[in-house]
């Protein structure tokens, strides 16, 4: 039998045809990049950051997009050091472009905290994770703002989730909620065992929201193991 191409992962994984005519495209061009000096099989983590370095020269933001099909290009060959390249290339764009998510888009988080976070300058994630990555950040911040230091810790939390692609709003306090709080625990778990686990918790607590699908899952876990450590939990 012979080996699959990657054509033929592609459609194994549910592409539709415009789509992995668009992949494929893109791997041809990083091909194309690399000329003769190297092959496909033989690049390394660097000559995928330079050529997102070229695209974004030519066309800044390009990068995010042009990456994808060597993300499940180099899943398929089984080359993961560059595949995790190209995972960080796009979620460095992605995030460039992403809305800051305020803390007040939060499921369940008491008004009267947030507004005495607001009098302080502290409205959404990314200024809840630099006031409070620390457990002494966090001990000097409910000080001056007289939050109950347990709230502190919560929003830290549900921020530091929202790092993760597609887990704001509800879908942070799912996760946080059924325990699955920080990005590190995130990544202990395996995909199928945490889409069940959450499954479970809805079904148990009448959670006012829908359990992920696998997809979303498998996306989220491999999301927390590529992330950088920023808050300090202990």
């Not at 398929?76 to 390249?85: H, K, V, Y």
């Not at 007040?104 to 959404?124: H, T």
């Not at 686990?197 to 590529?226: N, W, Y």
């Amino acid at each position: 039998m012979s080996e699959p191409t990657f054509e033929q992962f592609l459609r194994k994984r549910g592409k539709k045809a415009h789509v992995v005519a668009e992949l494929t495209a893109q791997v041809r061009q990083f091909k194309a990049y690399l000329a003769e000096e190297k092959e496909l099989a033989t690049a390394v983590p660097q000559d995928l950051l330079d050529y997102a370095d070229e695209l974004d020269t030519r066309q800044p933001g390009s990068s995010g997009k042009s990456v994808r099909g060597l993300i499940l290009y180099y899943h398929f060959t089984g080359q993961t050091d560059l595949a995790e390249t190209a995972h960080h290339i796009r979620e460095q764009m992605t995030a460039k472009t992403r809305r800051i998510f305020p803390l007040k888009e939060f499921r369940g988080v008491d008004p009267d905290c947030l507004a005495k976070l607001a009098s302080r300058g502290i409205v959404d994630v990314q200024q809840m994770l630099a006031n409070g990555a620390t457990p002494e950040a966090r001990q000097q911040l409910a000080a001056v703002t007289a939050v109950p230091p347990q709230t502190i810790l919560e929003l830290v939390k549900l921020s530091d989730l929202s790092r993760l692609s597609g887990l704001k709003g509800i879908r942070a306090r799912l996760y946080y909620d059924a325990g699955a709080d920080t990005v590190a625990k995130i990544a202990a778990w395996e995909p199928e065992a945490l889409r069940q686990m959450l499954a479970d918790f809805v079904t148990r607590t009448g959670f006012d929201g829908i359990a992920p699908l696998p997809k979303e899952v498998q996306s989220v876990v491999h999301s927390a193991r590529s992330l950088p450590e920023v808050v300090q939990y202990n």
